[in-house]
T-cell receptor
């Protein structure tokens, strides 16, 4: 069974600053994907960034980057130059290669970007 | 591409009543997923379809829950004899079914059982 843990229920950051959201996971599989999703208030969830477990290079998408530590089973999200529109709930999730359907999500971190 | 749509967006019902939700995936997406999200928690997987075939069901999906995707396009999720514990956001997602698929989520249907 897979588990995903997000230990920070709430975080805040000043506009234009950098913030890091933590995520740890547990799986017995070697091949899996990791994701960060963003769920703005009253809006639908969208994918922020994904990481394939076999890739050592950390994924980046514009202001968003991850720190993937496979041995430690850690997958943190760094948001640089935070913007007011980044205010949302952020979910970390995992999915093993051989199970196309089931993603396992953490309980989320509510991020507030303050002006 | 209009995205994943779900109807209704909100549903209030009395305990014991049946409810049905609909999900319309992105055109040509052959995988469709249902998740349930309760307040303060992340989405929990319920079931998924590859075209019209239901390939996996979570243990969360009790006998009162049934999902269909009759023609491999839209899907319905029915809850019979609703209970207060069924109150949650029900999320639908779809994907192309390729190896590196991305799941695209709909806005969800928020159910409140009184």
């Amino acid at each position: 069974a897979q588990t995903v843990t997000q230990s920070q229920p709430e975080m805040s950051v000043q506009e234009a600053e950098t913030v890091t959201l933590s995520c740890t996971y547990d799986t017995s599989e070697n091949n899996y994907y990791l994701f960060w999703y963003k769920q703005p208030p009253s809006r639908q969830m969208i994918l922020v960034i994904r990481q394939e477990a076999y890739k050592q290079q950390n994924a980046t998408e514009n202001r968003f980057s991850v720190n993937f530590q496979k041995a430690a089973k850690s997958f943190s999200l760094k948001i640089s130059d935070s913007q007011l529109g980044d205010t949302a709930m952020y979910f970390c999730a995992s999915r093993i290669y051989t199970n196309a359907g089931k993603s396992t999500f953490g309980d989320g971190t509510t991020l507030t970007v303050k002006p | 591409d209009t995205g994943v749509s779900q109807n209704p967006r909100h549903k209030i019902t009395k305990r014991g009543q049946n409810v049905t939700f609909r999900c319309d995936p992105i055109s040509e997406h052959n995988r469709l997923y249902w998740y349930r999200q309760t307040l303060g928690q992340g989405p929990e997987f319920l079931t998924y379809f590859q075209n019209e075939a239901q390939l996996e069901k979570s243990r969360l999906l009790s006998d009162r829950f049934s999902a269909e995707r009759p023609k491999g396009s839209f899907s319905t999720l029915e809850i019979q004899r609703t209970e207060q514990g069924d109150s949650a956001m029900y999320l639908c997602a779809s994907s192309t079914g390729t190896t590196q698929e991305t799941q695209y989520f709909g806005p969800g249907t928020r159910l409140l059982v009184l």
